[in-house]
């Protein structure tokens, strides 16, 4: 049994001799992989650095100049913003003078329209009136006319009458 201890004590001496062992390859490994994170870090720090300081000092000159351009654009809209609010106030009187101006006219032609009309019915009436009286008189006339000729010639003459009754009832 003292054996199987001796051998028991010499494996794991083996055993801690071999993990003390890869634990040192490891270590080395880290610190050459962490030195070579260093060169890659202060080389990438020395390329970027430059342009970080270009960029801070391309953004502190242009600082002002834009907030002057967001200033100035503020106040173009504030300008523009007076201006179409006087052009809507402009355009809406006009458009209210414009609509008055409109009833008043169509009141104006309304008025004359009714005044045309009245003096038409005025015209049709004192001048149709005594035509129709005179061109019934002329019918008439002519009538006497037809009916006079109608009895030197003979007996026709009464149907014509007739016709001519009949044609003006």
């Known amino acids: ?97 414009l609509r008055g101006q409109m009833v008043h006219a169509d009141r104006i032609m309304a008025s004359t329209l009714e005044v045309v009309e009245t003096v038409g019915a005025e015209f049709q009436r004192s001048f149709f009136r005594p035509m129709q009286k005179a061109s019934a008189l002329v019918h008439g006339i002519k009538v006497g006319l037809d009916f006079l000729r109608s009895r030197r010639r003979g007996g026709a003459a009464p149907e014509k009458a007739e016709q001519e009754d009949e044609l003006f009832i």
């Open 1 to 97: 049994m003292q054996t199987w201890v001796a051998v028991f004590i010499a494996a794991t001496a083996v055993a801690v001799v071999l993990q003390t062992a890869i634990l040192a390859a490891l270590f080395l490994q880290l610190r050459r992989r962490l030195e070579q994170t260093h060169r890659i870090l202060n080389d990438l720090q020395s390329r970027v650095g430059p342009i970080l300081t270009r960029v801070q000092i391309l953004l502190e000159d242009t600082q002002p100049r834009i907030s002057e351009m967001v200033a100035d654009a503020a106040h173009i809209v504030y300008l523009a913003r007076n201006q179409a609010q006087r052009v809507d106030r402009v355009c809406t009187d006009a458009v209210d003078r």
